[in-house]
């Protein structure tokens, strides 16, 4: 099984940066992909940004080119580099992992908020 915890969330001005962190315990040679999610107030959890063990990061249409996902550190970290934040980022922000074909799982961080406010 794996665990995730996230850190990095915070209060930030329009046009400002943050970065978020998801880290990964447990199993996680099993992981198959990792994502951030969010859920911004009154709407369904939408995906920001994900990837796939060994292939190349995949973006929500409102957050490309401001947004960067990275995972590091033998793939025990995710990292979520959001600059040029906007109002609309404002969200509760979610780590979440899929566990390879044969390995079925789905786990989630408990989630960091995030609010972009003047």
């Known amino acids: 099984q794996v665990q995730l915890e996230e850190s990095g969330g915070g209060s930030v001005q329009p046009g400002g940066s943050l970065r978020l962190s998801c880290v990964a315990s447990?199993?996680?040679?099993?992981?198959?992909?990792m994502a951030w999610l969010r859920q911004r107030p009154g709407k369904q959890r939408e995906l920001v940004a994900s990837?796939?063990?060994?292939?190349?990061?995949t973006y929500g249409a409102s957050v490309r080119g401001r947004f960067t996902l990275s995972r590091e550190n033998a793939g025990s970290t995710l990292y979520l580099q959001m600059n040029n934040l906007e109002p609309d980022d404002t969200a509760v922000y979610y780590c979440?992992?899929?566990?390879?074909?044969?390995?079925?799982?789905?786990?989630w961080g408990q989630g960091t908020q995030v609010t972009v406010s003047a």
């Open positions: 990837i796939v063990t060994g292939g190349c990061p």
């Open positions: 447990g199993d996680i040679g099993d992981i198959n992909l």
């Open positions: 979440h992992a899929v566990g390879r074909p044969g390995v079925d799982f789905r786990t």
